[in-house]
C-alpha cells in the first residue's frame, strides 16, 4: 500500500465547488454572528455598525478576497484533472485558516465592544461570500465547456 492510495481523488470541478462554498459558509457564519452582536443595539445604532461593515466589505474584496479568489482559480486549473479534494485550498491557506481562527478567538477574548467587532465580521464575512462568486463563476464555466465539447462544438466564449 502506497500514500497514494489513500489520497482522496475527485474530479477538479469538485475542488471549485468546495471553494466556493467553503468561502461563502465561513462567510455566512461571520455574518450571522455580526448580525447577532448588533441586534441588542437596536435598530437605528445596529444599522449603522452593519453599513460601516458592509462599506469595508467592498475594499476588502477589492485588495484582498478577490485576488486571493483569481489566484487560487488559476492554481486550481493547473492541477491535473482528478486531484486530491483537500487542494481546494494551497497548504499556505491552511496556515492562514489558522492563524484567522487564532486571531478571531483572541478579538473576542479582548475587552472590545460586540458593535465593533461585529464590522470586521461584517466585512471579512461579505468579502468571503462575495469572493466565493469567483469560484461559482468559474464552476459554471467550466460545466459549460464541458457540456458543449461532449456534444461537439466549441464553447462560443
Not at 462554498?21 to 435598530?43: D, H, K, N, Q, R
Not at 491557506?93 to 470586521?120: C, E, K, N
Not at 461584517?122 to 468559474?138: E, R
Amino acid at each position: 500500500m502506497t500514500w497514494g492510495q489513500f489520497k482522496p481523488a475527485v474530479p477538479k470541478c469538485w475542488l471549485f465547488a468546495a471553494s466556493g462554498l467553503m468561502w461563502s459558509a465561513v462567510g455566512l457564519m461571520l455574518g450571522v454572528t455580526a448580525v447577532g452582536w448588533l441586534a441588542p443595539e437596536g435598530w437605528l445604532i445596529g444599522t449603522g455598525y452593519g453599513l460601516a461593515g458592509l462599506i469595508l466589505t467592498v475594499g476588502v474584496l477589492r485588495r484582498r478576497f478577490g485576488r486571493l479568489a483569481q489566484q487560487n482559480i488559476h492554481r486550481l486549473r493547473k492541477l491535473p484533472s482528478r486531484g486530491c479534494f483537500f487542494a481546494f485550498q494551497a497548504w499556505k491557506s491552511y496556515l492562514i485558516i489558522i492563524l484567522m481562527i487564532l486571531l478571531g478567538v483572541t478579538l473576542r477574548h479582548l475587552p472590545i465592544q460586540r458593535p465593533l467587532l461585529a464590522v470586521v465580521y461584517t466585512a471579512i464575512g461579505g468579502a468571503l461570500f462575495l469572493g466565493s462568486f469567483h469560484y461559482y463563476d468559474h464552476l459554471l464555466r467550466l460545466i459549460r465547456t464541458v457540456r458543449y465539447r461532449r456534444r461537439g462544438r466549441r464553447h462560443p466564449l
